[in-house]
């Protein structure tokens, strides 16, 4: 008897789930952001996997709809800049640029893997990478000079001819995660 028990034992195990091997872990689906304007909707993938702490940021800030209502405040031949919340306010656009959250992410998080190509969504600042707060650009052109010295957090997947049409003045009229 002590032989047959031990052969239905295995077979028991051999045959239930503790004996498979587990499933392997599915990898986690992007986090994609829409930014919706009059000229059409650009959607950007994040790069949560290298960017932790600057993409969480941004994140926390789009949940609180920190910039629904701002405008455009920079456009150059190969880039859109946005992100602070003084542009709501026309009238002190000669200060525009110069604002943010209020809370600077910290670190520099670069990547050999994300670069600066057209397309790329990066943390701007001012001269210290670990002071990039809220403010955001997208690059309309490659600029290989910025690898290294601005996090890049995104890339665009939809909407780069909404992007080439953008202009100062533009309203950001919804920022949101979805789903």
Do not use: C
């Not at 993409?55 to 405008?71: C, E, N």
């Not at 600077?104 to 990478?129: C, D, Q, Y």
């Not at 992007?163 to 003045?169: G, R």
């Amino acid at each position: 008897m002590g032989r047959f028990a031990l052969a239905v034992g295995l077979a028991a195990f051999l045959f239930s789930d503790a004996g498979r091997a587990a499933p392997a872990p599915l990898a986690a689906a992007p986090t994609v952001v829409a930014m919706e304007t009059a000229k059409g909707t650009i959607e950007i993938e994040l790069f949560d996997a290298d960017a932790p702490k600057s993409v969480a940021q941004i994140l926390d800030l789009t949940k609180k709809s920190f910039y629904r209502g701002q405008r455009i405040h920079r456009v150059e031949k190969g880039l859109v800049q946005f992100g602070d919340p003084g542009s709501r306010d026309v009238s002190r656009k000669a200060y525009w640029g110069s604002g943010g959250s209020g809370k600077p992410i910290g670190v520099a998080e670069f990547s050999k893997k994300h670069l600066n190509v057209r397309g790329a969504v990066g943390l701007a600042h001012s001269g210290t990478p670990q002071y990039a707060d809220s403010q955001l650009y997208i690059l309309k052109a490659p600029s290989p000079s910025l690898d290294g010295k601005h996090v890049v957090v995104g890339q665009v997947i939809k909407g780069m001819e909404v992007v080439d049409k953008l202009a100062v003045l533009d309203v950001i009229k919804n920022f949101s995660i979805r789903p």
